[in-house]
């Protein structure tokens, strides 16, 4: 079946890097993707979205990149601080009337 | 300002009891989702529901699991008759327009002993 994936379950990264965390794709007839953030014991929380007709959205600290050629969603925090430690997910809108599909998670975890 | 609300958090029940899990959308919201969550899993849609109907229940297992979402009051999940392969985060989202921007609760965590 489609299903929205990641490529890497673990992410270590240093106080004040950029991080970079990947998604995969495979249905080619979503035109919604969103990431979330998950801090343990928390619901996910709305972090950025992009459209299909886009291939680069920024928000604060944060750059959302779609590359509909090779179906692959990437998210970019710059400057990682201690508090972007979570859980990230990505998103896509598919099936019918708006549910979300759910890749797996990253972990990304920042060292000071 | 408040966000989406869910209650309770906790819930505990043994097996063949009943779950209700409540949900309060976002102010203005009339569309209402619910996910489930394992551990060490992402969310798995279950069911979409805008008010007095529901839209889309193609993730709900097809027994003992119920969803409304009334004209007054918060949208309810209902477990008859808990397992315990029952036991997860249960969260519930809420939309403005129906697709898309979801907004989550904090989630209800059921533990089935």
């Known amino acids: 079946g489609e299903s929205v994936g990641l490529h890497l379950p673990t992410l270590s990264v240093q106080e004040g890097d950029n991080s970079i965390i990947n998604c995969a794709y495979s249905?080619?007839?979503?035109?919604?993707f969103i990431w979330y953030k998950q801090e343990s014991g928390k619901g996910p929380q709305f972090i950025i979205d992009i459209r299909s007709n886009m291939d680069k959205r920024q928000g604060q600290r944060v750059t959302v990149l779609l590359n509909k050629t090779v179906k692959h969603l990437s998210l970019q925090i710059a400057a990682t601080q201690p508090g972007d430690s979570a859980v990230y997910f990505c998103a896509e809108a598919g099936g019918s009337q708006g549910n979300l599909i759910f890749g797996k998670g990253t972990k990304l975890s920042v060292k000071p | 300002n408040a966000g989406v609300m869910q209650n309770p958090r906790h819930l505990v029940r043994r097996r063949g009891q009943e779950a209700r899990l409540r949900c309060s959308p976002m102010k203005g919201h009339s569309h209402v989702y619910w996910y489930r969550q394992l551990p060490e899993e992402g969310l798995k849609f279950m069911v979409y529901l805008q008010k007095e109907n529901i839209i889309d229940e193609s993730g709900m297992p097809k027994e003992r699991f119920s969803a409304e979402f009334p004209k007054e009051g918060p949208s309810i999940l209902r477990i008859q008759q808990v397992v315990r392969g029952d036991s997860a985060a249960y969260f519930c989202?809420?939309?403005?327009?129906?697709?898309?921007?979801?907004?989550f609760g904090p989630g209800t965590r059921l533990t089935v002993l």
């Open positions: 249905n080619s007839a979503s035109d919604y």
């Open positions: 989202a809420s939309s403005g327009q129906g697709l898309n921007e979801q907004f």
